[in-house]
């Protein structure tokens, strides 16, 4: 399977921990986004990358909230001290910089008690 | 404030019919819109995208309808079965150098296809 990767599709974490999220995206994309979307809501856009650099942060990314891709492959995503607000569906997605189709992993469901 | 609107939560229409769903947006430097779908517990699936130069986009079931001057945007999908029954995202991008930065998505339409 070629398609975008996330890990772990599960995460229940307590008010305050931190977590961390991963993602693969699709080999020969250069471009990989970040996405929450919390029920009853469409994906609402984090930020972005393509290859290493970090090009756009949504104003949603507060502080607490940190985007990684060494190498310009995989990308990490980690939230620091987790608060309950911060519960949703985090998805990942890639494209190639020529392309506008954005193509989704499974997604990473936080739960934060 | 909205960008991408799906005014209808939800549709319900017989299999072998046909299924309209539409899509508005407010900011005219959008210049690309895609339609994805989505079943529960996966992420969205892209489905069929339309160019703001371009008025019609067809694959196979699923038709894409632009009107610019209305900012609306919808998708046909005929003959309509069963397994299209998923909730149904707009999205709309203002890449400036060609490719999509980021997408803007509307809040879904669920769609029910009854055998």
């Known amino acids: 399977d070629t398609g975008v990767s996330q890990n772990p599709r599960h995460k229940i974490t307590k008010r305050g921990q931190n977590v961390t999220f991963r993602c693969d995206p699709i080999s020969e994309h250069n471009r990989l986004y970040w996405y929450r979307q919390t029920l009853g809501q469409g994906p609402e856009f984090l930020t972005y990358?393509?290859?290493?650099?970090?090009?756009?942060k949504s104003r949603l990314l507060s502080d607490r909230f940190s985007a990684e891709r060494p190498k310009g492959s995989f990308s990490t995503l980690e939230i620091q001290r987790t608060e309950q607000g911060d519960s949703a569906m985090y998805l990942c997605?890639?494209?190639?910089?020529?392309?506008?189709?954005?193509?989704f992993g499974p997604g990473t469901r936080l739960t934060v008690t | 404030d909205q960008q991408v609107k799906q005014n209808s939560p939800s549709l319900s229409v017989q299999e072998g019919r046909i299924s309209i769903l539409n899509c508005d947006y407010t900011n005219s430097m959008f210049d690309y819109f895609l339609w994805y779908k989505k079943y529960p517990a996966e992420g969205p699936t892209f489905l069929i995208s339309i160019s703001s130069i371009k008025d019609k986009n067809e694959d196979g079931r699923f038709t894409v309808f632009l009107n610019k001057s209305a900012k609306h945007l919808s998708l046909h999908i005929v003959p309509s079965q069963p397994g299209d029954s998923a909730v149904y995202f707009c999205?709309?991008?203002?890449?400036?150098?060609?490719?999509?930065?980021?997408?803007?998505f509307g809040k879904g339409t669920k769609l029910t296809v009854n055998p």
């Open positions: 990358f393509q290859n290493e650099a970090q090009l756009e």
């Open positions: 999205a709309a991008s203002d890449g400036a150098q060609g490719g999509s930065e980021k997408l803007v």
């Open positions: 997605a890639s494209s190639r910089d020529i392309d506008y189709e954005q193509y």
